[in-house]
Structures are given as structure tokens and as C-alpha cells.
């Protein structure tokens, strides 16, 4: 899919088809205004006649239109001004798109005007739009034997005044970068437990070696890994047949002595919860109880593409949770590689398990920050539903770094508390701390878990157990949260600018 900016008058250009948008209450758009008068009155005569009226979620495709050379006009709805947010923004780009997949047309120029997000600049609509398109571009088939036929539509122009040519090309590369990566991230997502294992994983980073100057990559296998004794993680991989890896994705954009930002992804392949199992229903989700991980993937791609000038790590904990006469078992005590003990009283309590060997293993690069990225707890969507995921974090300029940065890309997160008086609920009276906290305030005692191996550094935990992926008719892993990790780099990054500056 291309995306271009064009800035030429809509009325004289050749285009498969032209978009432009109706108000609510049949208010003519710019855009609409100039087709309106080039075709002396003929989409005003379509609005009298009662054809369409503004409304949010209307369109109507017009023919041979005198007066103007684009071959079709889609004429769109798009309501009231007032509710122009992020989602109507989204659903309207969407609804273009589902007008136009099906049919032949394979170029369409859109003139909206501005008009199709309140909250937007023009570099944040093409950022938003370029991620929706893309987004609804993406089908899964990779384990299916009927490919999905692609769509003709290849290529999207936006048209723009002059002056805002560069922030929406600008727009169109960023938006474009992020896609890609929530791509990555929603393939990896959907892949099944049997073909995205553990190992798997480790193949992927390998291949963004490959692709990308910038990045290096180092695997530990088990052996590593027991050598640096880190045996909670190793402890949730002890009953699978799979071997647990430890994935570090280098990302070098800055200088070489630039300390790192850390992002730290949960990658349990396959949560059966272990002896501790879980009960049948919907236990085909937990494959994406690795979508943490696959946001790390599709982050560090990303931010490569973008040439962020920074350094950036991404390490991936991967286990897949399996009961068998080898599994950790509930009452186990282990030693995870802080020194920490930890009695397993829950052995489906293992995202905290693999993240905290990783979070003290990361101490090694004096991080700035440390985001960990986890469907940890499905507390979490008792809290916030599948809209929004928790941030909890050890420092307050982090978590309303993190908070800005989702409400910027869309990926919005709210804060929970992290007070030392939940700590005590993690006490244990066989070892130094337990793995699980009893059945209230579930998402903040996991947290709590994790904040016993984050002292040493400022750090962030996302739980987005509610929003990674999407359940029923359109079952799926979402990409999120590639949209407010890149949008917390990016901004970390434009900041670290502004201060040499
Ligand atoms: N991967 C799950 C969390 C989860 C559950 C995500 C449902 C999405 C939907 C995690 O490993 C888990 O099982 N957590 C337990 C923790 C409990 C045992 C303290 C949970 O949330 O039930
Ligand atoms: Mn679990
Ligand atoms: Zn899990």
C-alpha cells in the first residue's frame, strides 16, 4: 500500500475515485464546496434531493459528475464536529475502506479537509488514518489454506494545502512505521502456540538482525539462562517441551555511550496455566498471552524504520506454561536471579515469574527507563475493560510520560496504584515473597510482584491483558501496545533533541 500527499486542485485531478465529506446537517465541506461549484450545483442538488444529509457513517458514490475529471465521488458523512474524537475518526476511515475493497478501484484521493479529527493536527490525522488503513488492510492467512484475496486498492492520496505538506508527509512515514510494526506485532499474536513458540520468537528477532543495520541481537538458551540463575523463569518453562529463551533486541540509534531506554515484553507462547490449570473455555486465547512480547517486536521494528536517534533494548522472557510430571508445582519454592525466593502458590500466576529474571537481568545496562509490557493479569480487564490498558509505575514523570504517550497514539492506559501497603499481601511463609496475592486488587498485587526486582531503575509496567487482542466474531490479536510504545520513544527521543539542543 502507497500513501502519498498531493496538492493539487481536486477539481481537475484524475483519480479513480475522490472522497469528500458532508457536515452534519448537510454542511459542505471545503473540499465539497469546490466539487459542488466546478460541477455548477450538482452535489447540492444530491443533498435536496434527500439522497444523503452529513450524518456520521453515510456515503454515497456519485458518477460521471460534470464538470470535474475524478471518474467517481464518494461523498461521506462525517456528524457532528463535537464528535469528531479518535474513534470517529477511526470508524470513518474504516468505513471508506470497506466501501472500496471490494471494488475495483485500486487509487482513491481523499479530500477531507482537516475536518475528520477535532483533536488533530494534521500530522496526527495522517498518522491516525495511515494506521486505520493499514490496519484494515491486514488479514490473517498464514495457517489457513485459502489465502486472503488482496485488495486492488494500492494506492491512497491524501490531498493537502501546500503549507501542510510536510507535517502530513511526516505523518504518512511515522504512520506508516507504526503500522508496520502493530502488523508484526497482530501476526505474531495470531499465530498459534504450536508454530509461535518460544523458539520461534528467537527466529523472528534473528530476522530483524537481518533487516535492519541498526539492530543486534543476542538468544540465551536454557543453559545461559541457569548459568545466570535465573531459575523463575526457567520455572515456568519446566514443564513444556519447548525451550525458554531469553531474546535481547539491541537497538543502536544513538551514540555509543547513550545509556538505553528497556523494554521488557512478556512472551508466554502458550498460558495453560500449568498445574494450576486453567478451565476449558476460551483457553485458545492464551496463545496471546505472548502479545507483550509481540509489541517489543513490533516496537524495535518500528523504531528502526523511523531511525529513532536513540539507543533502545527489547528483551523478550519466553516460556510456554504447560502441566507435566516436570511442571513447577504449587508450594515450590524457587530462587529467581535477584537471590529472591519465591513460593509458586499459583503456577498460572507465571507472567510475573518470567518478567521479574528479566527485569533484574536488564539492571546490566544502567537503563534510564525500564517499560515492561505484559498480559499479566485478567484482573486487569475487570478494571478497564478492553479499552484501556493499567500503567503502574515506581515513578510518577514515567507513568505520565506513558499516559501522555498513549492519549497521543491512541492506545490510551490509566494508572493504578502502587502503594506499599498492597506489598504485604505477597507475604509468604515459606519464602521471601509469594506469586500470587489473594483474590482482591489482582492487576496492582502482580505489580507489586514486579516492583520487588525494580529498585534499582525508574520503571513502568503495562498490563494489557484487556486489549491485546479482540475476542469473538473478530477474534485477533490488536497490535497494541506498538502505538503508545513507539509514541513514548519518539517523544523521549524529540525531548533528548530539545535538550542538547
Ligand atoms: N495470562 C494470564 C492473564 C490473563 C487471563 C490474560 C485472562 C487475559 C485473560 C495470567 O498468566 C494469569 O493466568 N493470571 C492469573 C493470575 C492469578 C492466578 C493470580 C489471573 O489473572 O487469573
Ligand atoms: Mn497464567
Ligand atoms: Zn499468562
Redesign the pocket.
Given at each position: 500500500m502507497d500513501f502519498e500527499i498531493i496538492n493539487s486542485d481536486i477539481s481537475a485531478i484524475e483519480t479513480e475515485c475522490l472522497v469528500i465529506g458532508l457536515e452534519a446537517d448537510a454542511v459542505l465541506s471545503t473540499s465539497a464546496q469546490i466539487i459542488d461549484k466546478a460541477a455548477k450545483g450538482y452535489i447540492q442538488s444530491v443533498i435536496d434531493d434527500g439522497d444523503i444529509s452529513g450524518k456520521r457513517g453515510q456515503h454515497l458514490m456519485l458518477r460521471n459528475i460534470p464538470g470535474i475529471t475524478a471518474k467517481r465521488v464518494l461523498l461521506v458523512g462525517l456528524g457532528e464536529t463535537e464528535k469528531r474524537a479518535d474513534p470517529v475518526h477511526k470508524s470513518i476511515i474504516s468505513s471508506i475502506f470497506a466501501q472500496l475493497k471490494n471494488s475495483n478501484i485500486n487509487e482513491v484521493t481523499i479530500a477531507l479537509d482537516d475536518k475528520i479529527n477535532k483533536d488533530a493536527d494534521i500530522y496526527r490525522q495522517m498518522r491516525l488514518s495511515v494506521q486505520t488503513f493499514c490496519g484494515e488492510f491486514y488479514e490473517y492467512d498464514e495457517t489457513k489454506s485459502t489465502k486472503a484475496t488482496p485488495s486492488l486498492l494500492e494506492a491512497i492520496r491524501f490531498a493537502v494545502p501546500v503549507a501542510s505538506t510536510q507535517d502530513a508527509e511526516a505523518g504518512i512515514l511515522d504512520g506508516t512505521a507504526v503500522a508496520n510494526g502493530m502488523t508484526v506485532a497482530r501476526e505474531l499474536g495470531n499465530l498459534p502456540g504450536n508454530v509461535c513458540t518460544p523458539t520461534y520468537l528467537s527466529k523472528e528477532a534473528l530476522e530483524l538482525e537481518q533487516g535492519y543495520q541498526n539492530i543486534s541481537c543476542d538468544i540465551l538458551d536454557e543453559a545461559a539462562m541457569a548459568e545466570l540463575g535465573m531459575h523463575s523463569l526457567l520455572s515456568v518453562g519446566n514443564g513444556s517441551a519447548e525451550d525458554s529463551q531469553l531474546i535481547v533486541i539491541k537497538y543502536s540509534g544513538g551514540e555509543a555511550a547513550d545509556r538505553p531506554h528497556v523494554l521488557v515484553g512478556k512472551g508466554?507462547t502458550f498460558?495453560t496455566?500449568g498445574i494450576?490449570l486453567?478451565p476449558g473455555a476460551a483457553m485458545d486465547?492464551?496463545k496471546?498471552?505472548m502479545c507483550g512480547a509481540a509489541s517489543v517486536m513490533g516496537t524495535m521494528q518500528a523504531i528502526a524504520e523511523m531511525e529513532l536517534p536513540m539507543n533502545v533494548i527489547g528483551v523478550i522472557a519466553a516460556a510456554e506454561?504447560m502441566p507435566s510430571d516436570r511442571a513447577t508445582k504449587p508450594g515450590d519454592v524457587i530462587t529467581t536471579m535477584s537471590g529472591k525466593t519465591v513460593e509458586v502458590l499459583?503456577t498460572?500466576?507465571?507472567?510475573r515469574l518470567v518478567l521479574c529474571d528479566a527485569l533484574t537481568y536488564v539492571e546490566r545496562f544502567d537503563p534510564i527507563t525500564v517499560v515492561d509490557i505484559a498480559?499479566?493479569?485478567?484482573?486487569v480487564?475487570v478494571a478497564l475493560g478492553h479499552q484501556t490498558s493499567a500503567v503502574l509505575s515506581n515513578n510518577d514523570a514515567l507513568a505520565a510520560e506513558l499516559i501522555e504517550a498513549g492519549e497521543y497514539a491512541s492506545d490510551r492506559t490509566w494508572r493504578l496504584p502502587l502503594w506499599d501497603e498492597y506489598q504485604e499481601l505477597l507475604d509468604s511463609n515459606f519464602a521471601d515473597i509469594a506469586n500470587?496475592?489473594g483474590p482482591s486488587a489482582?492487576t496492582i498485587t502482580?505489580a507489586c510482584f514486579l516492583a520487588r526486582f525494580t529498585e534499582k531503575y525508574h520503571w513502568a509496567h503495562l498490563d494489557i491483558?484487556?486489549v491485546a487482542w479482540s475476542k469473538g466474531k473478530a477474534k485477533g490479536a490488536t497490535g497494541r501496545a506498538v502505538p503508545i510504545l513507539c509514541q513514548y520513544l519518539m517523544n523521549t527521543a524529540a525531548d533528548q533533541l530539545d535538550a542538547n539542543a
Open positions: 508466554v498460558d496455566g494450576s486453567k486465547e492464551m496471546f498471552d506454561n499459583n498460572d500466576a507465571e507472567g498480559t499479566l493479569t485478567g484482573a480487564i500470587i496475592g489482582g502482580a491483558a484487556g
